[in-house]
Structures are given as structure tokens and as C-alpha cells.
């Protein structure tokens, strides 16, 4: 396990799983997303089903967080595609429903991510898609950048 899994990990609660499929499970998740007006959640479903992202590069996941039978949210991680830079990754669409929020399941999932990232990359990036989004990640150590396609990093620890 890695630091930032085991930082992320708790007792009790929600269970970290690989996503093999978007199927009916996660429609809460998206009808949710929508009635907030919140686009990533749609683009995630459309370039999954599309095969345009599936997560299945190298150093690339797609996890979700389940307790019991119910989907509470998922997120992934990808080579980030807004730089030619080598061993830069990037967090994409991170989700956590609402009624899940502020319990620790974003926390899991961007460990889990971030735990991933350690042996693939040495930079994760991201862009905040909210003032709550932002305040999230720099909760979790995440710096604010001044980039055009990112808001914010994060460093890893080096590859081995």
C-alpha cells in the first residue's frame, strides 16, 4: 500500500474498486452531475462508451467507491493529454455524490489515484471544476499552478 492509500484508507466505510464497466449503477451519479450542470460526468460516460477513454493506458485507473450496493462516487487517472511532458498524469472525473461529500470518499478515491501514481508519474495535474473543488485539493496537498490547462499539481514521489 502506498502513502497516499494508506493516509486515505479507513477502518470502516466505503470499499475502493477498479471500474470495469459505466452501467446502470452509475446513474445516480450522472443524473446527478447533469441537474447540477456539472459536463465532465456526461464527457466521462461519452468517451467511455465511445472507447475514447477507457483508463487503460499505462499508469492509467478508473476506481469507484461503493458502500454496499451503492455507487457513492468514482474517479480516474490518466496520462494528462494537455502536455507532451513525459510522467505527468492527471486526475479526470472525479465524482462523489452529493449526499456523500464531506464523508471521506473524494479523500479514498484521490488517495487510491494518487497511491497509483507513484509508480507511473512523478507530476498529477488537474483542473478544478469548482471553488469547492479547488478547496478540496489543496486540502489534500494539491498546489495551485498558474497554467492554461491545469489548476492544480501535485508531486509524487519519485519513480522507481
Do not use: K
Amino acid at each position: 500500500m502506498s502513502n497516499f492509500e494508506r493516509e486515505a484508507a479507513a477502518p470502516t466505510g466505503p470499499a475502493v474498486a477498479v471500474l470495469a464497466a459505466l452501467d446502470s449503477a452509475a446513474g445516480p451519479i450522472l443524473a446527478e452531475a447533469e441537474r447540477q450542470g456539472i459536463a465532465f460526468v456526461r464527457r466521462l460516460f461519452e468517451e467511455w462508451h465511445s472507447g475514447s477513454n477507457r483508463f487503460d493506458r499505462p499508469g492509467e485507473i478508473i476506481l469507484e467507491a461503493w458502500q454496499g450496493d451503492r455507487l457513492l462516487g468514482l474517479g480516474g487517472l490518466n496520462r494528462d493529454p494537455y502536455t507532451a511532458e513525459e510522467g505527468v498524469g492527471r486526475l479526470r472525473h472525479i465524482y462523489v455524490l452529493g449526499s456523500q461529500r464531506h464523508l471521506g470518499v473524494g479523500t479514498l478515491l484521490v488517495g487510491h489515484l494518487l497511491g497509483r501514481a507513484e509508480s507511473h508519474f512523478r507530476t498529477v495535474r488537474l483542473r478544478a471544476a469548482s471553488p469547492d473543488a479547488a478547496a478540496f485539493y489543496r486540502r489534500l496537498g494539491f498546489a495551485e499552478c498558474d497554467d492554461p490547462a491545469a489548476t492544480h499539481l501535485i508531486r509524487v514521489p519519485p519513480i522507481p
